[in-house]
């Protein structure tokens, strides 16, 4: 190639290129009003202000995220779209379609106009209040108003009301007026007389407190605080806030199942994406919170124009103050629909709830109380009471070794494997596996007996002599066909756990409820339960629209190890007999007169604990007619002394 050829390949080389770089430059940079509508568009829809296009974009930056940012807050997301230009004045203006999302996926639309100029050969987007809403003036912003909906309630059987929104009364302390009563501590010994409230941790949250901060004594019903509104409601620094919340249909009804409901926690509210306010009342425990997202009443959100309050409005519209110098009242400019929360619809049955509350009450000693169905497995009361006044619900969520009541289970195991009612067995005072000595309760002997009267009286020495007759996968499978092993009630309540371990004394003290089997007292009733139908119960506490339970159904299939018919009809059969004769002639006698259809049951005494002599649970597990029940008292000692008790007032209720 000649040196000339060279010189003119390099020349077309240059121009190509600054041809290129030109094409680059007028489809990339703001040399049309398109390119600089597109680029703010951009920006405006990711909620970043970064591009070129603006004119100034230091302050747009400033001002778009002063006026929108409440509303990022409280939105799910935005959306802005180009929508082109027209030509206005000496220059254009661009069309640009926003769309707000809210946290229920509605949407909130409307269209602004973007003033486009054009300076040398670029053109720059401007940002005004009125791009971001068309009705914005200098010196306002957009912010979000959410009124809280009403929250759903908790319904029983026959849809009776068992927990709805009612008044009630916040009753507090003012610091500061306090301080300027003659005597402060008058008004505090007061509160503690009549509200019966810890006086010392009260007078400790005053002094702590901010003068105008308000100090929480105590919330009551309404027609609780009725009763003691004479003597406080005058009292030097008292302040009373009345509003509503989810109340029980009475007082302590199904307390710890139900749960309860409150404000909002600003953790709670930090961490739900704009979800909640400080008003927005949320599920704290039981059903209140398991069931939370049904519960829960978006409620209404309303869209609000109002002055900047930040001290240095630049250009404000001063003309929007009131004549006294208050801010103008905002302007609403959208309105998303009201939502209110969901009813979820419960088994709980309000007779048979109140009459297991009743009972439960009796107890001496933390107690619970669980109900079903066995026809089916409608959970109808669910009841926990606790002299100390702690509300956590071991009906449903207690772990506790069953004791003798499991001797149902490997009793059933037992009747399986050929063993029979009228089947002899040894009742030695004691028994000794691997050098593990177990005994019976009181020191009991019967010799040889029957088994149905070794069962009867509960001997337990009984039971572990004929752990060889079954292993710790026959006895894991009969409480697994008993309903036991697999529940999920959608509340986080627990069932048993059985290990089929065959270790010699591990699986010995299995045969009686002890060693590593645990149960809660809504597994020992699903037990019963099964027992009385006569195949396994599937508990169900909480019904869907459809009339189906919201619990997962239990897994019958082989691959389980079950059959269509999970327990041997002749074996239930003669657990049926061997429960009505522990009534008749056995440990559960005081319930032999119970008015009604005959009872049939099972005590149980259950060993806990390192002390010695061990420390005992009390249960008794039975059914009568279409009822069945668990009772659990802690530490209550022996099965007869305080459980059956607790049955006994139960069963007589609800008769």
């Known amino acids: 190639m000649t040196k000339k050829s060279k010189t003119w390949l390099a ?40 591009s070129n296009a603006w004119s100034d974009k230091k302050t747009a930056k400033k001002l778009h995220d002063l006026i929108l940012a409440t509303l990022d807050q409280s939105m799910k997301k935005r959306s802005v779209k180009f929508a082109g230009t027209e030509a206005h004045g000496d220059g254009m203006v661009a069309k640009l379609k926003w769309t707000w999302t809210n946290q229920d996926d509605e949407p909130w639309e409307y269209t602004s106009e973007l003033p486009l100029h054009k300076k040398g050969l670029l053109w720059s987007a401007e940002l005004t209040p009125a791009v971001l809403h068309p009705d914005l003036e200098d010196g306002q912003v957009l912010v979000s108003q959410k009124t809280p909906g009403q929250r759903g309630a908790i319904l029983g059987e026959d849809d009776e009301e068992l927990m709805a929104e009612g008044p009630v009364v916040d009753i507090g302390i003012h610091p500061a007026k306090l301080d300027e009563a003659e005597d402060d501590d008058d008004t505090l010994t007061a509160l503690r007389d009549e509200l019966d409230i810890d006086l010392k941790s009260l007078k400790e949250r005053v002094d702590k407190a901010e003068p105008d901060q308000f100090v929480p004594v105590i919330t009551l019903r309404e027609g609780d605080y009725k009763k ?48 909640l306010t400080g008003e927005s009342v949320v599920g704290k425990s039981g059903l209140q919170k398991a069931f939370d997202e049904q519960l829960t009443g978006p409620g209404s959100e309303a869209i609000y124009i109002a002055d900047r309050d930040d001290g240095n409005d630049e250009g404000a519209d001063e003309s929007k103050a009131t004549d006294d110098g208050d801010a103008a009242d905002p302007v609403r400019v959208h309105e998303f629909p009201e939502k209110d929360g969901e009813n979820i619809t419960t088994t709980l049955n309000v007779k048979v709830q109140e009459a297991a509350d009743k009972a439960a009450a009796t107890g001496k000693k933390p107690t619970a109380l669980v109900a079903i169905r066995p026809s089916d497995g409608h959970i109808i009361a669910a009841a926990n009471q606790d002299p100390e006044g702690a509300g956590w619900d071991r009906a449903l969520t207690g772990q506790y070794a069953p004791g003798s009541v499991f001797k149902v289970v490997s009793g059933l195991a037992l009747l399986e494997s050929g063993v029979d009612a009228k089947t002899t067995l040894d009742c030695p005072k004691t028994t000794t596996v691997d050098g593990k000595s177990f005994k019976n309760a009181e020191d009991h002997v019967l010799g040889k007996m029957a088994f149905e009267d070794n069962f009867a009286e509960s001997c337990n020495t009984a039971f572990v002599n004929s752990a060889e007759k079954v292993s710790g996968e026959d006895v894991a499978k009969a409480a697994s066909s008993l309903g036991m092993d697999d529940a999920d009630l959608g509340t986080g309540a627990k069932m048993a756990i059985v290990p089929s371990d065959d270790d010699a004394v591990t699986h010995a003290a299995q045969m009686i409820g002890q060693g590593k089997v645990v149960s809660s007292p809504l597994a020992v009733a699903v037990m019963a339960a099964s027992v009385a139908e006569g195949d396994t119960v599937n508990p169900l506490l909480v019904v869907s629209e459809d009339g189906k339970g919201k619990n997962k159904e239990k897994d019958t299939s082989e691959d389980k190890g079950r059959s269509e018919q999970a327990i041997d009809a002749d074996a239930v059969a003669a657990m049926q007999k061997l429960m009505r004769r522990a009534v008749t002639d056995g440990t559960a006698g005081a319930l032999q007169d119970v008015p009604g259809e005959p009872v049939h049951g099972k005590t149980g005494t259950a060993e806990y604990g390192d002390e010695t002599p061990p420390r005992t649970h009390s249960w008794f597990a039975g059914y009568q007619g279409d009822v069945a029940v668990a009772v659990l008292v802690e530490d209550g000692g022996f099965g007869a002394e305080a459980a059956v008790p607790v049955a006994k007032k139960f069963f007589e209720s609800l008769n």
Not at 12 to 39: I, K, N, S
Not at 246 to 274: I, M, Q
Request: glycine share 10%; no cysteine.
């Open 11 to 50: 020349i077309a080389l240059v121009v190509v290129l600054l041809a290129g770089a030109g094409a680059f430059a007028f489809f990339t940079l703001p040399l049309q009003a398109e390119t600089a509508a597109e680029d703010a568009a951009a920006d405006l829809n990711s909620g970043t202000i970064e």
């Open 228 to 275: 003691v509104k004479e003597s406080i409601h005058s009292l030097p620094g008292t302040v009373f806030k009345t509003h509503t919340q989810p109340l029980s249909r009475k007082k302590g009804f199904a307390g710890p199942t139900l749960g309860t409901a409150g404000a909002a926690s600003a953790e709670e509210v930090e961490a739900s994406d704009g979800k």
